[in-house]
């Protein structure tokens, strides 16, 4: 009986170990929650379809700013950003408060929902990623 046991008990540990090694950070969960967190806190300058009539802050609908480093939009949240800045061709020159704040899940939520939403598409930000950058 115990040479029965003993394989099972060692496959079934190997089995879970690498389950929870290798399981894929869940995207759409995020973008779940990085909708929330937007709404909460990015929505009134960059309205629920992130972009605003007005041209008064840049738009994050089909940004090519957003092609920028995961590094440094995580930098923009935790810093903020002041200057010019051209997205889509366009200047815009007013200051975004850092949201330092937010939980390191929170900003990653954040930035998987702006990425992935209104024609943007880009790969999972995670929260060791924030974290790293957090000062």
């Keep these: 009986m115990k040479k029965v046991w003993i394989p099972l008990v060692v496959t079934l540990s190997i089995f879970f170990i690498c389950t929870a090694f ?9 973008i779940e929650r990085g909708k929330e967190v937007y709404s909460a806190n990015c929505m009134d300058c960059h ?19 957003l092609k920028k480093s995961a590094d440094t939009l995580i930098n923009i949240i935790l810093e903020g950003q002041t200057g010019e800045v051209i997205v889509n061709g366009q200047k815009y020159n007013d200051d975004m408060q850092p949201q330092n704040y937010l939980s390191d899940e929170q900003i990653a939520d954040v930035l998987n929902y702006v990425r992935n939403s209104w024609g943007n598409k880009y790969p999972a930000i995670t929260p060791p990623q924030v974290k790293a950058l957090r000062k």
């Excluded at 290798?22 to 995020?30: A, G, I, V």
């Excluded at 309205?47 to 700013?65: C, F, H, I, R, V």
């Design 22 to 30: 290798f399981q894929e950070y869940d995207l759409n969960k995020s």
């Design 47 to 65: 309205m629920a379809e992130g972009t605003d009539p007005q041209n008064t802050y840049p738009p994050l609908a089909k940004s090519d700013y």
